[in-house]
């Protein structure tokens, strides 16, 4: 592994090695705390996203490692008219590692043929965020103890979702899961999803359009927003919309070991009241995104 | 203490503790050099302040701790339909403390409800800054040796400066303190400030209108700017302006161990010739900010 | 040596001493892993410069130093009102040193008259920019092995250029060096540089409007962009463009150790096909970059 752009570019052994990793820094963590001392990483964020920024940063701080970058293209000049090879060859004589946001497709894989140091895709449009689905399986492999023998209900908007499409196909690559997509027709999962990944991968599925039939089945529940502008009319809308806000009324239909995981941020999918709850790991989710990502900065770095 | 929101929180005794640790800060800097090693601090500034972010970020800096965050609302996108409490707890996984600016007055308050890591309130609107009002007393204290037994004039606009009031909080807890309030008519201190807190702790103060009057009493000589568009009329504000800017001329009515005290920026009101003068100490005022900032993390991240 | 304001400040000494740390810190980067522990650099980029403020942020981390600063002057506040004398003593009550850049010639200068702590320019207008002549100057030396007995050849926009005319002012000082000047009439060097500072230190050149005609007799070949606007006339834009584009065809006609410096960025003036001919070194003056503002850093701090 020297760069990481697409999440399915890490083979099984690669993924359980960094969650092994990620695990033994959250139970030692001063033994991690200088690992990167004199390196640097090197955030170029091309359009704001702040929680992820941070992510990074902090993990890199965590480890001992200083961060240099740019939070939005505006107050950058690299931005405006150099290629991004001659920029990314300018920044990898700076800094050890460089984490990429960039609203178009493809830029962080075409950036890491050029780069002398590794690339990290932090979210290319709406295409990848490959350590958003790392965070998503290190959260669900610590709460529930392995991704596999599990019924995943993925719920809300499943036709734009970069964030869900990931997670399919990273889950499909696990022994006996099961998936509940949970959506209004017109955000139904996109055709090449349920053939090439979920069908191919002998994964069994169902498709409903609420939240009430089918949340006693599930392990865990990946909650993701809905967008009003999203719909075709005002009368699905309204018809639908509640079927899409987990409360702690749904909530009683559950299982009391439900896992509920949520990218964040979150508008009003999931009602704060179940913050509460015990089976809210929607916090605990941001944290192992931190920890995932102190896993791979010392793994590209070579340092642990 | 767990969060600093409003400097009258803090108990005579809290305050007392934090100017000792301050001064034993200055006195042994390299003490601390690595209190903080491996803590972080996030700056969250919904509106820019340089000065005030600069401060915080090299007192954390200064006791070896590191720093994330955002200088405005512009470039981050936590700003955008995310609830502050979310924004908080998302925040707090990375951070072991949070510094927040924000225009709504309360809003750093309502963040500490949510918070599992401190939250320093870093000025919230025309409504609280409580670390400048612990600068201005950190400043008085180490030069004139104790807050009490002072006269002290506030000069400029008393009526809508955040500043001022704040400060005449806390020096009315302090022993035999005299306040002369000297500013143009409009601009007058408010009546629940003279009612609820000058003559609630029987604190004797005077009202006036020029510096001239009252300069050769005073021990402190609190300065803030006085904005021609706070005027009433042009004719007001011709024949008054000059009464609020300080110049050698006026200083020579003064005492020889005046304190000038400003929290900056400032604009024209103390003529630039002061700045060599012995008594002006607003820039001393600047480097006790930070010491007393470097005091507050200290406390509140309990490392000294 | 307490601030840089111009290249020209420095004295043959001086220089020679930056250039001989820059090759210690290069080779024996551990040692000074942190010599600059404790120290804050601020970063006041009053115009945005992302990668002159990632090679001195960069520089001072890799000292072990810490890093405040802002970017743009939109997310600012010291950039409203204040005046810099007043910015500047605030900022040096918060770090160790300070390197600015400014839209105004001269307002490092200024600054420098009125800070306690070093000024660094990094860039004021269309005026300075001597940390890139260093560079340049720092690349040639560890290229070439000296800077002396050279035919260094001087390519594209050379009236408006701001890094060529340091670069020759600081080249006259040296021995036996021969000037080629390459541009478009309407782009030629101004009359001042060719009287002032070539024909009165004696330094033999030459002014041609193509680069084939001499590019077989360089040494150095320092490219730098032409701007279609600069031209009088489309005509002329057209006839001669191509003249300053340099491509694997035009190399073919030039020496085997010519050395190809660019200040970068550059939009097309060197054909990408160039980047992997060894004689193309501006990625490593990027590095070099770097290296000497890590000497110039710590020289400043007196901490090397």
């Given at each position: 592994m020297k760069h990481l752009t697409d999440p399915m570019d890490l083979s099984m052994e690669e993924l359980?090695?960094?969650?092994?990793?990620?695990?033994n820094?959250?139970?030692n963590q001063e033994d991690y705390r200088s690992v990167c001392s004199g390196k640097i990483l090197a955030t170029l964020f091309y359009e704001p996203s702040t929680r992820t920024r941070f992510s990074f940063e902090a993990a890199m701080q965590r480890l001992g490692g200083q961060v240099i970058g740019f939070s939005e293209p505006g107050s950058s000049s690299v931005t405006k008219g150099e290629s991004i090879p001659d920029t990314i060859r300018t920044v990898g004589s700076y800094a050890d590692l460089i984490v990429m946001r960039h609203p178009k497709e493809g830029a962080p894989k075409y950036a890491s043929y050029h780069s002398l140091v590794p690339i990290v895709n932090a979210g290319d449009g709406g295409h990848q965020h490959p350590?958003?689905?790392?965070t998503d399986l290190l959260t669900i492999k610590e709460i529930k103890g392995e991704i596999s023998n599990l019924t995943i209900g993925l719920c809300g908007d499943l036709k734009f979702g970069r964030t869900v499409?990931?997670?399919i196909k990273a889950i499909?690559?696990?022994?006996n899961i099961k998936v509940i997509l949970i959506s209004p027709k017109e955000l139904q999962i996109p055709e090449y999803i349920k053939k090439e990944i979920l069908?191919?991968?002998n994964i069994p599925f169902l498709e409903v359009e609420t939240l009430e039939e089918v949340i006693d089945s599930l392990d865990v529940l990946y909650m993701t927003r809905v967008q009003k502008e999203r719909f075709f009319n005002e009368a699905?809308?309204?018809r639908l919309k509640d079927s899409y806000i987990l409360d702690n009324e749904k909530l009683k239909l559950a299982k009391s070991d439900l896992s509920i995981l949520h990218p964040l941020p979150r508008v009003n999918e999931i009602s704060p009241e179940v913050d509460n709850d015990p089976r809210a790991c929607y916090f605990k989710q941001v944290k192992y995104g931190m920890f995932i990502r102190m896993a791979l900065i010392a793994r590209l770095l070579e340092v642990a």
């Open positions: 359980e090695d960094l969650f092994k990793l990620a695990k820094i959250i139970n350590t958003q689905t790392l499409h990931s997670l499909s690559r696990y022994e069908i191919k991968n699905d809308y309204i």
